[in-house]
């Protein structure tokens, strides 16, 4: 009995010892000889470098290349970029100033060839092209404007002569895209797509999505069927009976409607080419197939905008963009000696990173530059499920404190001023000096950001900054808040601003006389100031018809315009209401030189004066190197590309550069972007055009100038906001609402202590 | 053979903890894991730079002590607990002796005072919004007798509204505490201090109240830990800085780790540690000696 009992003893010590082993077995690193053996099986799998006792590399990415375009696209119009039915591709172009034929240049995989078949001196030279296709039996389809600005269809061929197809059923509607396939010719307008005979005959058409303009390709033509963006995703159609047979849900959302469809060759499979990448969607599928990921390639950068994808007939891609209203042609081709993914993977957080697109931009050219390393842009707000912003800030100090936090902070809305005190922020003086010295970056912009030891701890990465625009006399009173009260009350029937919420006129002034309301060294409020600025909002307010809140009814009935909740957000711009009378200045807060297009046809029409408010501006994009990151040394050099004149010369409308190399590009640039308001109630308008060489050089001058940052405390400022509610309800005086928000700055103070 | 059985018992003795042991091994592992630890770090914290690379001695104790926020929030927090507590106390006693005194009838109005626990913080900071807001209900009402609008979340009043958004959230549970603790006190008790003349008063006084010992110390306890879950209503009803007057240990913990300032945290734990071991240690160390 004994012994049986030993017996069950020791078995259940064998079995628990076996499945310890067992279960431990799963965990650690594979040894080197099961590396080796995966190495065998697989292909694709290496190891990387020298050291065979690295973990193995899974090999193999598209990679991209520009192919340089045959034409000057200062004097030529790109009108199309399509495959012929040989498999070439082939670019149409004509002369922007001399008109002339239409030119066409064939690419054969190498160079661009101008050829000239019969069927091009066929064609009018008074038209305007906007899109092109081939038909199987290789006649050339062509939609373009007459000289009325009419849209037509038009098919021409060696052998037969320039035809226009009877459009009657057009009217006023705009061609989005055309493609021809075995059924018919498909015309695709802003809300359906016309399937016609060769004659014009619509056979049917098919419903979608609004274009809304001529750059949405995302439309394709597979063996059987035809693709179209609808509301839950891409609508494929039977091509032949006009049947809607499927909706294929969007990859990244309703936005890929600005990407590009192509049919992968023979079958119903298709890509989609949007800015997250290429992707592939096999017949029958329901998951989009990632091919190539438009992170690690310039697809994902904001300045890139996607016109149309063609497949090649070697598993290689090519994208028509056009970035800074130039084309790009990139090709992507499979490296397969290429890491599959980067070795390194440097992360950035920031509060609100889906808007900026500086860093992204940085972050693909980044990408392109270093293959090996991979940048995770984290967004704090959307990656914590839309919490609080102080419950993100929480989230993101349990991870610094854990030594866990990102390698890079876009420090806009974080503390700042605490990071750096604890020690979370690194000094980058070393780089920051050297650009500084090599004149590429702007010292009197980086020498705000110098701590009294000499150390740096955030630097902005793009600048923002306000003009007023006005009368000469008028623009001398806007120094401080006290004159501008002052201004105002003597001139009670001009008013300063425009009509608007209370709380959003206080957003704006707090904003912009900031370092009249806080030190700049300490971060606490000047005694006395905020009262000053509430006297002086309310004043302002008084003059324009401010209201703590207005009514649905507000605005003859038209949508509750004046209330909108701006948030801590400097969008002004009253030029409108200046040209129109109803206000006595304009200030506009620059965010490139864009925004000085309209604001220069009111200077010119009305002989307007302007100026640069106090030499002040927002530091925008205030990037800091964590001292507890993973990539210390690799962010230090991110930090350096994105001030550098690469990432900076681009105009993405979300700032300023502060690199004056940057500015030099910029001050050359050129655009044909044009922009017009009319006047309400009258016939004036104001019509802008891209500001003439020496205006640009007078508006990038400012930035020489410039020398008092504007740096939010947003605690600081919702107190203000918070408590100065009953000052414009009526309920408290402005003293008291003034003490009220110093009270509270106090506490908010001494907690610092 | 008498040493032969002190062995084997202490054999017995020696398995029987054995056993023990390893049944509290799982809890005493858990305990060490997500209670010890935890403490012994933020101690080792409280005597760390922010984020715990450089020992700073007692640099952040004096620091803490010497912040006047930490005294204000001290301040209010004990101020809040001294109203509140006794306050809470007295009323679910009163109802709950009320309620008893009606029997089945009482069934209505323990319902009643049990609904304010159903309901939802949010649901109460939108519902206090709509009555103390400066445009609000309660001041529409005093606009009638001629009152000026009062700011009641963000005034001198908020202290008000807050000791009152606790008294009505938790009296019905404590009520039900007492409840429970007067029905385990027997009628016969009673009837036959009745039968000896006693009044009402005497009743309640000699009989309920030392019936009840036990549910007071169990209940206050309660009362106690349910007041710090007040922080809830008090930041959403005003934010990360409200009134000065309900500016609460919380608030300035909450605030504290939006600053990163750890190190402070950590040393503002330890002492609130102390303040609430030292006088419990006390107690039970007292008790301890009643029961020798």
């Known amino acids: ?753 | 053979m008498r040493r032969n059985n002190n062995r084997k018992r202490n054999n017995r003795n020696r398995k029987e903890a054995g056993g023990a042991y390893a049944f509290l091994l799982p809890s005493l592992l858990g305990t060490a894991l997500f209670v010890v630890l935890p403490y012994a770090e933020l101690i080792r914290r409280s005597f760390c730079s922010s984020i715990g690379r450089e020992f700073v001695g007692l640099r952040n104790y004096i620091q803490v002590l010497n912040n006047t926020t930490f005294r204000l929030a001290v301040f209010n927090t004990c101020r809040f607990l001294i109203v509140c507590i006794p306050l809470l106390l007295l009323l679910s006693l009163f109802t709950a002796v009320m309620i008893s005194g009606l029997k089945e009838k009482g069934n209505t109005y323990k319902t009643t005072l049990l609904l304010p626990m159903a309901v939802p913080v949010a649901s109460i900071v939108l519902l206090w919004r709509v009555i103390f807001h400066s445009q609000g209900l309660l001041n529409q009402v005093t606009a009638i007798l001629g009152a000026e609008p009062v700011d009641w979340i963000n005034g001198s009043t908020a202290f008000g509204v807050l000791v009152f958004t606790y008294i009505w959230k938790n009296l019905g549970y404590d009520m039900i505490l007492w409840l429970a603790g007067l029905s385990s006190i027997s009628d016969q008790q009673y009837e036959a201090a009745r039968v000896d003349g006693a009044g009402a008063f005497s009743c309640f006084w000699y009989i309920t109240m030392p019936g009840l010992k036990k549910t007071m110390v169990l209940t206050a306890a309660l009362s106690l830990f349910n007041s710090f879950k007040v922080f809830r209503e008090a930041y959403l009803l005003a934010g990360d800085y409200p009134n000065e007057s309900i500016y609460m240990l919380q608030h300035l913990f909450n605030n504290w780790f939006l600053s990163l300032d750890i190190q402070k945290m950590s040393a503002a734990s330890v002492l609130l540690l102390l303040a609430i071991a030292v006088p419990v240690l006390i107690y039970n160390r007292m008790q301890g000696r009643n029961i020798d």
């Open chain 1, 1 to 753: 009995m004994k012994q049986n009992h030993w017996r069950k003893r020791i078995t259940a010590c064998i079995l628990l010892a076996a499945m310890t082993v067992l279960s431990v077995s799963g965990c650690g690193n594979k040894t080197q000889d099961e590396s080796k053996t995966n190495q065998e099986t697989t292909s694709q799998t290496e190891t990387s470098g020298a050291n065979a006792n690295q973990e193995p590399v899974a090999k193999g990415r598209y990679v991209e290349h520009k192919i340089e375009l045959p034409v000057d696209e200062d004097s030529m119009w790109i009108l199309d970029i399509v495959k012929s039915p040989e498999g070439n591709f082939q670019l149409f172009a004509k002369d922007k100033n001399a008109g002339g034929p239409v030119q066409l240049y064939e690419y054969n995989g190498s160079v661009w060839t101008l050829i000239t078949p019969d069927y091009l001196s066929k064609i009018p030279q008074n038209i305007y092209i906007s899109h092109i296709a081939y038909s199987s039996d290789g006649i050339v389809y062509l939609t373009y404007r007459d000289a009325e600005y009419k849209e037509k269809l038009a098919k021409v061929s060696d052998t037969a002569d320039f035809t226009v197809i009877p459009l009657e059923e057009i009217s006023k509607d705009m061609i989005t895209n055309l493609h021809v396939s075995k059924s018919g010719i498909l015309l695709s307008l802003m809300w359906n797509t016309m399937v016609l005979e060769d004659d014009g005959t619509v056979l049917r058409r098919l419903p979608h999505k609004s274009a809304q303009s001529d750059n949405c390709f995302s439309f394709a033509v597979t063996e059987d069927s035809f693709l179209a963006p609808g509301d839950q995703g891409f609508i494929r159609y039977n091509e032949v009976t006009g049947e809607e047979k499927e909706i294929i849900p969007y990859q990244s959302g309703e936005e890929d409607i600005y990407g590009s469809l192509a049919a992968a060759g023979e079958g119903e499979d298709f890509y989609l080419c949007n800015s997250a990448g290429i992707h592939r969607m096999m017949e029958n599928g329901t998951i989009w197939e990632t091919i190539v990921d438009g992170s690690l390639t310039s697809l994902g950068m904001p300045s890139i905008n996607i016109k149309k994808m063609m497949t090649g007939s070697d598993n290689d891609y090519y994208v028509w963009c056009i970035e800074n209203e130039k084309s790009n042609l990139i090709h992507f081709t499979y490296d397969a000696d290429m890491p599959s993914v980067p070795s390194k993977t440097l992360t950035i957080y920031g509060l609100n990173l889906s808007d900026n697109k500086t860093l992204r931009q940085a972050a693909s050219l980044f990408q392109m530059a270093n293959p090996d390393v991979k940048i995770e842009i984290i967004d704090g707000h959307s990656d914590a499920g839309g919490i609080s912003v102080s419950d993100t800030i929480r989230s993101l100090n349990t991870e610094l404190v854990n030594g866990k936090g990102a390698d890079i902070l876009v420090l806009d809305g974080l503390p700042a001023r605490s990071y750096k005190e604890k020690g979370i922020l690194e000094d980058m003086q070393k780089i920051i000096g050297e650009m500084i010295e090599s004149g590429e970056l702007y010292d009197n912009v980086a020498d705000k950001f110098y701590e009294e030891d000499g150390a740096v701890y955030q630097i902005p990465t793009r600048i923002s900054f306000p003009v007023i625009i006005g009368n000469e006399e008028d623009l001398r009173h806007f120094s401080t808040l006290e004159d501008i009260a002052q201004y105002q009350n003597a001139n009670p029937d001009k008013p300063i601003t425009s009509k608007a919420r209370y709380e959003n006129i206080l957003r704006e002034y707090a904003n912009l006389y900031y370092t009249e309301l806080v030190n700049p060294e300490t971060g606490q409020l000047v005694p006395g100031k905020v009262k000053t600025l509430l006297e002086t909002v309310k004043t302002l307010g008084d003059a324009c018809g401010a209201k703590v809140i207005f009514g649905e009814s507000e605005n003859d009935g038209r949508l509750n315009a004046f209330g909108f909740d701006q948030g801590n957000r400097i969008k002004m711009s009253g030029i409108y209401d200046l040209y129109g009378g109803s206000r006595l200045i304009s200030i506009e807060m620059l965010n490139s030189i864009n925004d000085m297009m309209l604001p220069y046809s009111a200077i010119d029409k009305r002989g307007y004066s302007m100026e640069q408010l106090n030499g002040s501006y927002l530091a925008l994009g205030m990037l800091g190197v964590t001292s507890t990151g993973k990539e210390k040394e690799t962010a230090m050099e991110f930090v350096r590309f994105v001030l550098g004149s690469q990432v900076q010369s681009s105009d993405l409308r979300d700032g300023f550069p502060v690199n004056p190399e940057a500015v030099d590009q910029w001050q050359e640039k050129t655009s044909e972007y044009s922009v017009a308001i009319s006047v309400s109630g009258s016939d004036d308008y104001l019509d802008g055009y891209w500001p003439e060489p020496e205006r640009r050089q007078e508006l990038l001058g400012y930035l020489n100038t410039l020398n008092n940052p504007i740096i939010l405390d947003g605690v600081l400022m919702e107190m203000i906001i918070n408590e100065s509610k009953g000052y414009f309800e009526g309920t408290q005086t402005a003293a008291q609402a003034a003490a009220a928000v110093e009270n509270k700055a106090k506490l908010y103070e001494a907690e610092q202590q």
